[in-house]
C-alpha cells in the first residue's frame, strides 16, 4: 500500500509540475493557458478519487479548482491575483509530495488560500452593440469557424456519444439513486463537456455544464438526494447540451447561417442553482405526467438495469449502458468519406478480379502455377472484402438505445407504465442502414407506446399486469438482419382496419383481402385509426414514411396483430448496402440478378403443376400452393429463348406468406456483387433495385424481389 501511496504522490507532483508549466507562460487578462490548467486539474480529480491520498493533498486540489471554476465562471481569463496564488500553489503541490513521499511532514496551506471565494454570481452576458439584445432565459452561442473548424466538429462527434451516456446514465440512476458508478460517469461526462466547450470558448455550452457538474458532484458527496424532480432537471440539461450540439453541426455544414445562436440556459441555470444553493422554493418542474411506476425490486450485480418513471428499461445479455470494450486505445478514427472511398474501391477490385479470372484470354493458358495464383488472388481478395465490409459493420446498440427516453417521456405523458426490453444490441449492420433506420424505428416504437399498450386501469380490467411491455429484438436470420417490435398491448382489429379502409376509399366493400393485405392498410398514406388526434400521432402520417425508408433501405416490414394480445413488427434489412450475393438468371440475352436472400428455390414445372384461374391469372402449384406465375420476359420487354414454361425455370422468391414464381430461361449461376446505381434515368423504374458488373464486364440488373412480390396476379403491369 505504501508503493501505491508513493506512485500517487509522484503522479500528483508531475501534473503539479505541469501546472506550473502551462502557468509560466500565462498572463493577466489573457486566457492562454487556462485551459490546459483546468484539464490538468480535472486529471489530478480524477486520479485521486477513491484513492488514499493525504488530506492536505485534497483539500489543496479543492482549493485549485474553486480558483479555476470562479475564472470561469466569471471572465474566463486569468487575473494577477489569481494567477499569483495557482502559481505558489504549483510550487507548493510539488514540495509537499515529496515531503509526504519521504515520510515526512508537508508544509501547511498558507491561511490565505482559504478565503471564501464567490462563485454563485450570475452567469455574466455581454452584448456588444453590434448584436442585439438576446431574450431573457438566453445566452447567445458565439462560436469562431474558420479558425476553430476542426476542433468544433470534433467536439460536436465527440458530445453525441457524451449526451447519450448521460441519458441512459440518468435513466438508470431513476431506478437506483444510489449507483455510485453511474453517478460518477454522468459526473465526468458534464465535466468533459465544460473543459471542450471551455477550450472552445463556447461560454454558455460551458456554464451549464458547470452548473450541472456541480449539481452532480453534491449527490457524489451524498449532500443531495436524487429524486425524479433532480432526474427531470439533468435530462433538460441534457436536452439543452444537445440544442447547442445541433446548433453548432448546422453552422459547420452550412445548414444554417453562420453568427450568434440564442439558446435558453439562464431560466435552466437558476432552476439547477435551485438545488445546488439551496436558495428559497425550487421552481417547478413541468415534465408531463408524475411517476407512474411502481416500485421493483432492486437489480443484482450483472443483471440487467431499467430505467422507471413512465417506463423501464431491460438490456439483454450483451447490452447494458456503461459496457466497456477492451483494446480502446488501439482504435483509430476515421473519416467516413474516406472509409466509404476505400469501400468502394475494394468493390471496384473484386470486380476486376472476377474479370481477369473469367477472360476467355486467361482461361485459354493452360498453366497450374497461373491457376494457383489467381485461386491465391481469388483468396485475398474475397478477405479483403470481408475485411472491408466489416469496417462498415456497427452494433445496433446505440439506436436501441436512443429508444429508451422516447419510451419514458412519451410513457410519462400518457400516464402509462411501460417496460422496454432490448434484446440482441450487439447484432452488426451496416452503418448507413443503422443511421436511417432511427427515425422509422422511433415511429413504430412510439406507436407502440401511444396505440398498443393501453393504460393501467384498462389493462387490469382485462386480467393483464399494469406494466406494459414493448419489446425491441435484433437478431440475423438467413443472412439478413431482422429487427422486430412487439408490444403486448390493445392489438389491431381486423374488422377495424378494414372498415376504415373502405370509408377512406381505399378498398371496396366486396374485394376479398388476406390478412396480410388487411394489416398492410396501415401503410397507405393518411391511413389512421386513432380516435383522436394528438400531439404525439393520430394525422395518419407516418407509416407510409417508415415502409417507403425501409424500401430505400432495400427492406421490408411485415406485420402480425392478434386482437386484444398485442402487435409486431418485424423488419428485413440486408446486412450491408454495397454487396450482395446474388442469383443470376438469364432471359434471352439479358442477365438479370435475384438477390439470394429472397429466393425460395427454383425447378422446371411440368405441365401438370401448371393452370390457369379466373382473376388471378397463370398459376403454378408449389407444394400444394398456388402461387402466380410472373413471366420475366413480358415484364421487361425481351425475346425470350422459349414462351413455354416446361421448357424453362422457375425461380419461386417471397416469403412463405407471399410469394411468386418468376418464369426465366436459365440459371447462369452465383455470384457476390457488387450493387451500383443506375442514374436518374432508371431512378422511378419499378422492379429494379440496382445493377451490377458482372465477371466478363457486362451490367447485370438487380431485380427488386419485394416489388414483384406486391404485382397483383391476373394483372399486366409492366415493372420498366
Same mark, same amino acid.
Given at each position: 500500500?505504501a508503493d501505491? /501511496?508513493?506512485?500517487?504522490?509522484?503522479?500528483?507532483a508531475?501534473?503539479?509540475?505541469?501546472?506550473?508549466?502551462?502557468l509560466?507562460?500565462?498572463?493577466?487578462?489573457?486566457?492562454?493557458g487556462l485551459?490546459?490548467?483546468?484539464?490538468? +486539474?480535472?486529471?489530478? #480529480?480524477?486520479?485521486?478519487?477513491g484513492?488514499?491520498?493525504p488530506?492536505e493533498?485534497?483539500?489543496?486540489?479543492q482549493?485549485?479548482?474553486?480558483?479555476?471554476?470562479?475564472?470561469?465562471?466569471?471572465?474566463?481569463?486569468?487575473? /494577477?491575483?489569481?494567477?499569483?496564488?495557482?502559481?505558489?500553489?504549483?510550487?507548493w503541490m510539488?514540495?509537499?509530495?515529496?515531503?509526504?513521499?519521504?515520510?515526512?511532514?508537508?508544509?501547511?496551506?498558507?491561511?490565505?488560500?482559504? #478565503?471564501?471565494?464567490?462563485?454563485?454570481?450570475?452567469v455574466?452576458t455581454?452584448?456588444?452593440?453590434?448584436?442585439?439584445? #438576446?431574450?431573457a432565459?438566453?445566452?447567445p452561442?458565439?462560436?469562431?469557424?474558420?479558425?476553430?473548424?476542426?476542433?468544433?466538429?470534433?467536439?460536436?462527434?465527440?458530445?453525441?456519444?457524451?449526451?447519450?451516456?448521460?441519458? +441512459?446514465?440518468?435513466?438508470?440512476?431513476?431506478?437506483?439513486?444510489?449507483?455510485?458508478e453511474?453517478?460518477?460517469?454522468?459526473?465526468?461526462?458534464?465535466?468533459?463537456?465544460?473543459?471542450?466547450?471551455?477550450? !472552445?470558448?463556447?461560454?454558455?455550452?460551458?456554464?451549464?455544464?458547470?452548473?450541472?457538474? &456541480?449539481?452532480?458532484?453534491?449527490a457524489?458527496?451524498?449532500? +443531495?438526494?436524487?429524486?425524479?424532480?433532480v432526474?427531470?432537471?439533468i +435530462?433538460?440539461?441534457?436536452?439543452v447540451?444537445?440544442?447547442?450540439?445541433?446548433?453548432?453541426?448546422?453552422?459547420?455544414?452550412?445548414?444554417?447561417?453562420?453568427?450568434?445562436a !440564442?439558446?435558453?440556459t439562464?431560466?435552466?441555470?437558476?432552476? %439547477?442553482?435551485?438545488?445546488?444553493?439551496?436558495?428559497?422554493?425550487?421552481?417547478?418542474?413541468?415534465?408531463g405526467a408524475?411517476?407512474?411506476?411502481?416500485?421493483?425490486d432492486?437489480?443484482?450485480?450483472?443483471?440487467?438495469?431499467?430505467a422507471?418513471?413512465?417506463?423501464t428499461?431491460?438490456?439483454?445479455?450483451?447490452?447494458?449502458q456503461?459496457?466497456?470494450?477492451?483494446?480502446a486505445?488501439? /482504435?483509430?478514427?476515421?473519416?467516413?468519406?474516406?472509409?466509404? /472511398?476505400?469501400?468502394?474501391?475494394?468493390?471496384?477490385?473484386?470486380?476486376?478480379?472476377?474479370?481477369?479470372v473469367?477472360?476467355?484470354?486467361?482461361?485459354?493458358?493452360q498453366?497450374?502455377?497461373l491457376?494457383?495464383?489467381?485461386?491465391?488472388?481469388?483468396?485475398?481478395?474475397?478477405?479483403?472484402?470481408?475485411?472491408?465490409?466489416?469496417?462498415?459493420?456497427?452494433?445496433?446498440?446505440s439506436?436501441?438505445?436512443?429508444?429508451?427516453?422516447?419510451?419514458? =417521456?412519451v410513457?410519462?405523458?400518457?400516464?402509462?407504465?411501460?417496460?422496454?426490453?432490448?434484446?440482441?444490441?450487439?447484432?452488426?449492420? =451496416?452503418?448507413?442502414i443503422?443511421?436511417q433506420?432511427?427515425?422509422?424505428?422511433v415511429?413504430?416504437?412510439?406507436?407502440?407506446?401511444d396505440?398498443?399498450?393501453?393504460?393501467?386501469?384498462?389493462?387490469?380490467?382485462?386480467?393483464?399486469?399494469?406494466?406494459?411491455?414493448?419489446?425491441?429484438?435484433?437478431?440475423?436470420?438467413?443472412?439478413?438482419?431482422?429487427i422486430?417490435?412487439q408490444d =403486448?398491448?390493445?392489438?389491431?382489429?381486423q374488422?377495424?382496419? !378494414?372498415?376504415?379502409?373502405?370509408?377512406?376509399?381505399?378498398v371496396?366493400k366486396?374485394q376479398?383481402? &388476406?390478412?396480410?393485405?388487411?394489416? =398492410?392498410?396501415?401503410?397507405?398514406?393518411?391511413?389512421?385509426?386513432?380516435?383522436?388526434?394528438t400531439?404525439l400521432?393520430?394525422?395518419?402520417?407516418?407509416?407510409? %414514411?417508415?415502409?417507403?425508408?425501409?424500401?430505400?433501405?432495400?427492406?421490408?416490414?411485415?406485420i402480425?396483430?392478434?386482437?386484444?394480445?398485442?402487435?409486431?413488427?418485424?423488419?428485413y434489412?440486408?446486412?450491408?448496402?454495397?454487396?450482395?450475393d446474388?442469383l443470376?438468371?438469364?432471359?434471352?440475352?439479358?442477365?438479370?440478378?435475384?438477390p439470394?436472400?429472397?429466393?425460395?428455390?427454383?425447378?422446371?414445372?411440368?405441365?401438370a403443376?401448371?393452370?390457369?384461374?379466373?382473376?388471378?391469372?397463370?398459376? %403454378?402449384?408449389?407444394?400444394?400452393?398456388?402461387?402466380?406465375?410472373?413471366?420475366l420476359?413480358?415484364?421487361?420487354?425481351?425475346?425470350p429463348?422459349?414462351t413455354?414454361?416446361?421448357e424453362?425455370?422457375?425461380v419461386?422468391?417471397?416469403?412463405?406468406?407471399?410469394?411468386?414464381?418468376?418464369?426465366?430461361?436459365?440459371?447462369?449461376g452465383k455470384? #457476390?456483387?457488387?450493387?451500383?446505381?443506375?442514374?436518374?434515368?432508371?431512378?422511378?423504374?419499378r422492379?429494379?433495385?440496382?445493377?451490377a458488373? !458482372?465477371?466478363?464486364?457486362?451490367?447485370?440488373?438487380?431485380?427488386?424481389v419485394?416489388?414483384?412480390?406486391?404485382?397483383?396476379?391476373?394483372?399486366?403491369?409492366?415493372?420498366?
Open positions: 500500500m501505491e /501511496s508513493d506512485n500517487i504522490l509522484t503522479s500528483v508531475g501534473l503539479s509540475g505541469k501546472i506550473g508549466l502551462e509560466a507562460f500565462a498572463e493577466p487578462g489573457k486566457d492562454n485551459l490546459p490548467v483546468n484539464c490538468l +486539474l480535472a486529471e489530478l #480529480e480524477d486520479l485521486i478519487a484513492a488514499a491520498v488530506a493533498i485534497t483539500r489543496a486540489i482549493q485549485a479548482r474553486a480558483w479555476v471554476d470562479a475564472m470561469l465562471n466569471a471572465t474566463a481569463l486569468f487575473d /494577477s491575483g489569481t494567477l499569483e496564488r495557482l502559481t505558489d500553489w504549483a510550487n510539488q514540495l509537499a509530495c515529496a515531503a509526504l513521499a519521504a515520510g515526512q511532514t508537508a508544509t501547511p496551506l498558507p491561511a490565505a488560500w482559504s #478565503e471564501q471565494i464567490q462563485t454563485d454570481a450570475p455574466p455581454t452584448v456588444t452593440a453590434s448584436q442585439p439584445v #438576446e431574450p432565459g438566453e445566452i452561442l458565439q462560436m469562431n469557424i474558420d479558425q476553430d473548424g476542426d476542433l468544433l466538429r470534433e467536439f460536436a462527434n465527440e458530445s453525441h456519444e457524451h449526451l447519450q451516456n448521460i441519458e +441512459l446514465g440518468v435513466l438508470k440512476l431513476e431506478e437506483d439513486p444510489q449507483d455510485a453511474t453517478l460518477n460517469s454522468i459526473f465526468r461526462a458534464f465535466h468533459t463537456f465544460k473543459g471542450g466547450s471551455g477550450l !472552445l470558448n463556447l461560454v454558455p455550452v460551458k456554464n451549464l455544464a458547470h452548473e450541472l457538474e &456541480s449539481l452532480l458532484d453534491l457524489r458527496q451524498h449532500k +443531495l438526494t436524487i429524486d425524479s424532480e432526474i427531470n432537471v +435530462l433538460d440539461g441534457g436536452d447540451l444537445k440544442q447547442f450540439v445541433t446548433e453548432i453541426e448546422a453552422q459547420l455544414s452550412g445548414v444554417k447561417p453562420r453568427g450568434p !440564442l439558446i435558453p439562464l431560466e435552466l441555470i437558476t432552476l %439547477v442553482r435551485s438545488y445546488t444553493q439551496h436558495t428559497g422554493p425550487r421552481p417547478p418542474v413541468d415534465r408524475p411517476n407512474t411506476s411502481t416500485a421493483k432492486a437489480p443484482k450485480s450483472g443483471e440487467p438495469t431499467s422507471t418513471r413512465g417506463a428499461t431491460t438490456a439483454g445479455p450483451n447490452g447494458g456503461g459496457q466497456q470494450h477492451s483494446g486505445a488501439s /482504435s483509430v478514427k476515421v473519416d467516413t468519406l474516406k472509409l466509404d /472511398s476505400l469501400v468502394d474501391l475494394i468493390g471496384e477490385m473484386v470486380i476486376a478480379q472476377a474479370q481477369v473469367q477472360d476467355r484470354n486467361v482461361q485459354s493458358i498453366s497450374q502455377h491457376a494457383r495464383n489467381l485461386a491465391q488472388l481469388r483468396r485475398i481478395t474475397n478477405e479483403l472484402q470481408r475485411t472491408g465490409m466489416s469496417l462498415r459493420m456497427v452494433p445496433i446498440r439506436t436501441f438505445q436512443k429508444m429508451v427516453r422516447l419510451v419514458r =417521456d410513457a410519462a405523458k400518457e400516464g402509462k407504465q411501460i417496460e422496454l426490453k432490448m434484446l440482441g444490441e450487439d447484432t452488426e449492420l =451496416d452503418r448507413t443503422v443511421e433506420l432511427n427515425d422509422p424505428l415511429h413504430m416504437v412510439r406507436n407502440s407506446v396505440h398498443g399498450i393501453e393504460k393501467p386501469d384498462i389493462r387490469k380490467a382485462k386480467g393483464k399486469p399494469e406494466h406494459g411491455l414493448v419489446t425491441l429484438r435484433a437478431f440475423h436470420q438467413g443472412g439478413n438482419i431482422v422486430q417490435v =403486448d398491448g390493445a392489438g389491431m382489429s374488422q377495424r382496419l !378494414l372498415a376504415k379502409a373502405i370509408e377512406k376509399g381505399l371496396t366486396d376479398q383481402l &388476406s390478412e396480410k393485405e388487411i394489416f =398492410d392498410l396501415i401503410f397507405a398514406a393518411g391511413f389512421s385509426t386513432a380516435e383522436k388526434i400531439e400521432s393520430g394525422r395518419g402520417v407516418g407509416m407510409d %414514411v417508415v415502409r417507403r425508408n425501409i424500401e430505400a433501405l432495400r427492406g421490408k416490414v411485415e402480425q396483430s392478434v386482437e386484444g394480445r398485442g402487435s409486431t413488427f418485424t423488419i434489412l440486408p446486412l450491408t448496402l454495397a454487396i450482395i446474388g443470376i438468371v438469364g432471359v434471352g440475352e439479358q442477365r438479370y440478378i435475384l439470394t436472400l429472397g429466393v425460395r428455390e427454383s425447378f422446371r414445372p411440368k405441365a403443376m401448371l393452370s390457369t384461374i379466373q382473376e388471378r391469372g397463370e398459376v %403454378v402449384n408449389v407444394r400444394g400452393h398456388l402461387s402466380p406465375l410472373l413471366r420476359y413480358d415484364h421487361f420487354h425481351v425475346e429463348r422459349t413455354d414454361p416446361t424453362g425455370v422457375v419461386v422468391v417471397g416469403t412463405e406468406r407471399e410469394n411468386r414464381c418468376l418464369l426465366v430461361d436459365q440459371l447462369l455470384q #457476390e456483387v457488387v450493387i451500383k446505381g443506375m442514374g436518374e434515368t432508371f431512378q422511378q423504374a422492379g429494379l433495385a440496382g445493377a458488373i !458482372l465477371g466478363d464486364g457486362s451490367v447485370g440488373l438487380i431485380l427488386d419485394d416489388a414483384f412480390v406486391r404485382l397483383k396476379p391476373g394483372v399486366a403491369q409492366k415493372v420498366m
